[in-house]
């Protein structure tokens, strides 16, 4: 091989043990940062397309120039993955801490624990629905509805009709998006391409049948109906149950296949998540897995639970601010059309760990 086509691999490898993982791609947009705080998580740029975007591996360039609009339903996949893990940890030690564009997650993705199992398998179902979505609006024109649903059978009950969701294209886009960047030779990869699968498998679950009734005044005598996903906080919920009954695994070096870590424990099912280390406990700051700590963070006096002071605080014990509030109150309506409150104040207090 000619010197520079080694030169050019060897920086590909390095790049990828660097990376190592698909957001880092660039579909979150290049201007500023990746902040803590969601709400700045920036869309993509127009002017950035899958061409110059240096994180991308060759198929993943060729998948996104098919389509221009491609990139900003990827990136809004993504960013819609990450704020639902946010919403679903926000009561835990580790929130679903986010630091800048090109180290999204920080090094808690170094551990193989059910953090990162939650983190890859969230991110899969993102870009599943997002590219599933664009597909049924007609944002993307390269797919559209599933007409394979008018053929099933409907006991006459209803007839097949609007633009039922096609969960099979986004599930393959997805699949052929996500996991070219994971190899199935080594623990790790072998554990990213299950979550990546389950986020997957877990969406198609989370469908409905939408019905509309048509009908000389109401009557309903012909009744249409499509399937659509149903929201994303659904699957963002149904993926949390996943990752508190997510299974420990250890690979079998002979066949190259992940399995439970013992004889007695119950084999997982695809749709279930898996993790190869336990998790850290997140209760001191500590760079080496991204861990923020849980000094300051808002807990709740009277809870037994993760998000009570006792855990959350891991025993250091809380201080407690009394905030005052102001709000509306006794309300009254006077005819017509005019509504005149009081205006009261109330305190609350709020306790925060040491
Ligand atoms: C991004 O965040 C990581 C982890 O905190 C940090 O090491 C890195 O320096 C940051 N990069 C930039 C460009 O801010
Ligand atoms: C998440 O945790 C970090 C550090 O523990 C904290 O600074 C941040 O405010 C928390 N985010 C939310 C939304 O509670």
Redesign the pocket.
Known sequence: MELRVVILLVMIFMVQQTTGSWWYLGVLGTSG?LSRDTRQISPVEDNENCDDSPYLEPRQRELCSKEKKLIDVIGAGASMGIEECKYQFSGRRWNCTT?????VF??VIKIKSRETAYIYAISSAGVMYSVTRACAQGTLVGCGCDDSVRSKETNGKFEWGGCSENLQYGSKFAEEFVDVKEKDVNEAGLMNLWNNKAGRLVTKKQVDLVCKCHGVSGSCSVKICWRRLRSFRQIGTALKEKFDGASLMKINKRRSKLRPISKDMKRPTRKDLVYLEDSPDFCEPN?KF?SLGTKGRECKKDSYGLDGCNLMCCGRGYYTIVKEFTEDCDCKFFWCCQVECKKCRHVKELHYCN
């Open positions: 940062s630091f800048n564009r090109t180290d920080g090094n760079s991204g």
